[in-house]
């Protein structure tokens, strides 16, 4: 059931779609369709005259349906395994231009977080801010010991705000769901659930400081990524308090080149960082757009990133990693048969599928990419292309998945903008060639062991013991000699839930135990 301020709200909606040309959009659910002649009589239909192509409208309504569906807008650029390429295209230059609320609000914020004037907690705070956003805006301040700071403050009544466009967003998803020819395929439900968590967890900035936090121990010390420190006594849910960096925008092109910047190696080292962050932490920097990186002034013969903003990171599984190197492997060696392969292997495709058709489509996707000099072809949009073929088997797309490709296109772009030439697979190989190794070969047994041995020492003082009762019992004639008795099923049970390269150690203790057991 509708509440009145939804009711207002999906009037706006709709006389906002009307008003970009977007009727057909209304009118193109089943339950309008009867009376879509409807659209025909419309007196703005008459006038029209040159419109502007259907995915430029659809930005422009979003943008003039305020910043939280511009968010929206902004994570459904990323779903290209769900849109057209031109929607995409546009959606992903939606831009979060939100005008500044005042300062004086933001102190009177601070100071109820705090509860103490903005004075007694800081020596300095400047009302002008200096960045503002959807969802909060940053202001410049000194701390008492004269450290130069920015204070980040969520907009006064931005949750409330939020959660009553997200219901909305249900209905309209739900309504889409039953009365669209394509709704059950696009998941209307599910891409609302995905913005619902991402935005929601943008509102608790104590999150957004662990995230910052957690990626300033991982790059501590490098000369490839700086992140600012947090200031953990000031930081609340509603306020975070960081140390302010001064650095060139990644943007400002010309005032990089008048610096004298190594423009080819920033390029590789925007790369490395990605591929560090994947495969080395597995905790990446998910918001990587120009507008959260910035260049130090220092060095710019070797020059450093910064980055901020992080309110959206990324972690895979160790089967999403796998996944991802091994297709990307598979993919540079044309092997496509492997690709499909590992699919089925994953489960994220159907076990009927025919391996046959299913590979036949990733080849016809994946050959003419490689037409193109390698320093053109891009990883991102070969994962995206390879999305969209597994969509057409059924495929569950990974939300982590989508993350990481919406990253690696956004890192690519930048990287070529920086350096034309950039040749993403030779920065990219080495990487994923040591992480392999580390999965298989001595390196991945010596690391199994290292984490496996104190479990598995855990549990070697009950093993004696279950072994002896066994043999004890089984001299008695209670147990039968086949594998399915009850006491070694628990000891299987006992052994299964330690890892099978460690026990590669003990195995041949326990055996040589039993033997003599059984010989006395």
Not at 117 to 122: A, L
Not at 144 to 155: E, H, S
Not at 214 to 232: C, E, H, K, M, T
Not at 430 to 439: G, K, N, T, V
Request: proline share 6%; hydrophobic share 45%.
């Amino acid at each position: 059931m509708l509440r009145p301020a939804q009711v207002l709200r999906l009037a706006h909606i709709n006389i906002v779609l009307l008003r970009h040309g977007l009727d057909e959009v209304v009118f193109a659910i089943h339950l309008f369709r009867p009376v879509r002649f409807l659209m025909y009589l419309a007196p703005w239909h008459w006038f029209r005259r040159n419109r502007q192509p259907r995915a430029v409208r659809i930005r422009l309504a979003l943008e003039d349906l305020g910043p939280i569906y511009v968010k929206f807008g902004q994570m459904l650029s990323t779903r290209r395994d769900l849109l057209p390429d031109d929607i995409a295209d546009e959606l992903a230059r939606l831009q979060d231009r939100v005008p500044p609320f005042p300062g004086v609000q933001a102190r009177e914020f601070i100071e109820r977080a705090y509860g103490k004037p903005v004075g007694e907690v800081f020596a300095q705070f400047d009302e002008r801010p200096l960045a503002s956003a959807s969802i909060a805006q940053v202001h410049p301040a000194v701390l008492n010991d004269g450290t130069q700071v920015v204070i980040k403050v969520l907009r006064p009544n931005v949750e409330p705000v939020i959660r009553r466009d997200i219901g909305l967003m249900y209905v309209i998803a739900g309504l889409a769901e039953r009365y669209w020819r394509d709704g059950k395929r696009l998941r209307p439900r599910e891409v609302v659930a995905e913005y619902e968590k991402t935005i929601i967890d943008e509102l608790d900035l104590m999150r957004e400081a662990g995230n910052a936090s957690q990626l300033r121990r991982n790059f501590a010390g490098s000369p490839d990524l700086y992140i600012p420190d947090v200031y953990w006594p000031y930081v609340r849910k509603e306020v975070m308090v960081m140390e302010r960096i001064e650095g060139v925008p990644i943007a400002d092109m010309a005032q990089l080149r008048e610096r004298g910047v190594d423009f080819k190696k920033l390029s590789a080292r925007g790369v490395e960082i990605f591929f560090t962050q994947v495969f080395r932490h597995n905790f990446f920097h998910a918001d990587m757009h120009p507008g959260n990186i910035f260049i130090s002034y220092d060095h710019p013969e070797d020059p450093q990133y910064m980055a901020v903003d992080f309110g959206i990171v990324g972690t895979l599984s160790q089967a999403d990693r796998r996944y991802l190197a091994e297709n990307l492997m598979a993919f540079f060696n044309r092997d496509y048969a492997r690709v499909a392969e590992l699919h089925l292997e994953s489960g994220w495709v159907p076990r009927e599928t025919r391996i046959d058709e299913f590979e036949s489509a990733i080849r016809t996707v994946c050959e003419p990419i490689f037409q193109r000099p390698i320093s053109e072809i891009s990883l991102g949009h070969f994962l995206l292309k390879l999305f969209q073929t597994a969509r057409r088997f059924n495929m569950e797309v990974q939300p982590q998945l989508v993350l990481l490709q919406k990253t690696l296109l956004a890192i690519e772009g930048l990287g070529r903008q920086l350096d034309p030439e950039l040749d993403l697979w030779q920065t990219a190989k080495p990487f994923l060639e040591r992480w392999m190794s580390e999965q298989i070969g001595a390196r991945a047994l010596i690391q199994g062991l290292r984490t496996q041995l104190p479990r598995v020492a855990e549990r070697l003082p009950e093993m004696p013991e279950l072994i002896y009762s066994l043999v004890r019992r089984a001299e008695a004639g209670e147990v039968r000699s086949e594998w399915f008795g009850a006491e070694l099923r628990a000891l299987r049970e006992e052994l299964a839930r330690a890892n099978r390269r460690t026990l590669m150690v003990v195995g041949g203790a326990l055996a040589l135990v039993v033997a003599l057991l059984l010989l006395k």
